[in-house]
């Protein structure tokens, strides 16, 4: 199945102004972005989608591939849905969406994901590695409730699976998933999901991908053994990424 690989990057961050544009390893964080998804394979084709020409023009002089979208979008995944709508974008079974502030990201939470679309058992993915119990407490960290047929059930902020009798503390802590926000569509699937009214429980937690999962659409979460790292958010997540670099691009 051909996959096209989307990387949305907006420029306008607040935490950490021009955000795809900051260097990382003396490269526009958004181009490093980008030549992690190309060295990993996973994808036919990649574009970047931007509502900004600088972006847009850091990573052609790069030499990559990038598409102005409208500044409008609420959000990532209607800006990837765009570039997915393209006459010249289709004819792909799946598309794949990277988030452009995430240089680590893993290879198997992209290969995880995909799978769940290209082996035809959802119409959505995505993944989720197994956590420390102490995540649960944290709202910056996004848990996940998964059934026995790998499909989501649930995605808070807040600790789930709850703890409510000590004595289960073993079998809690097996079923504690950090979700990876990386995202995985048919077509049909990612068209469907911007076409849908922003969902009560997507406002509440701040959560957009509760809007499909709200409506019925299923979301296969691939469980993945790779320690979850972070994006960069602030200048203090940026600096560690410079730190991290050489030793991420040695072990990788």
């Known amino acids: 199945m051909k996959t096209l690989a989307v990387i949305p990057a ?26 992690r998804v ?41 800006r990837v849905a765009e570039v997915a709508a393209r006459a010249d974008c289709r004819g792909y079974g799946a598309i794949l969406n990277v988030q452009g502030d995430e240089p680590f990201v893993a290879a198997d939470a992209l290969r995880g994901a995909l799978a769940q679309v290209t082996a035809g058992r959802f119409p959505l993915g995505t993944a989720a590695v197994r956590a420390a119990s102490d995540v649960l407490a944290r ?16 995605f808070s902020r807040a600790p789930i699976p709850f703890l409510r009798d000590v004595d289960d503390t073993e079998e809690r802590d097996a079923r504690v998933l950090h979700h990876v926000g990386v995202y995985a569509y048919t077509p049909e699937a990612l068209a469907e999901w911007v076409a849908l009214p922003v969902h009560p429980l997507e406002r509440i937690e701040r959560l957009e991908q509760l809007r499909p999962l ?23 997540d940026l600096e560690l990424a410079n730190s991290q670099w050489a030793t991420f691009t040695t072990e990788s």
């Open 139 to 154: 709202p910056d960290v996004v848990k996940v409730v998964r059934a026995d047929d790998g499909a989501a059930m649930y």
């Open 38 to 78: 190309r060295a990993l394979r996973v994808a036919d084709r990649c574009i970047v989608a931007t509502d900004s020409e600088s972006i847009r023009d850091a990573v052609v002089r790069a030499g990559g591939e990038a598409l102005l979208t409208d500044e409008r979008h609420p959000s990532g995944t209607d």
């Open 10 to 35: 907006r420029l306008g961050a607040t935490r950490l102004p021009q955000k795809p544009l900051r260097l990382l390893a003396g490269l526009p964080l958004v181009v490093r972005v980008l030549e």
């Open 214 to 236: 709200a409506n019925g659409m299923r979301i296969g979460v691939a469980v993945i053994d790779v320690a979850a790292r972070s994006g960069i958010d602030t200048e203090a």
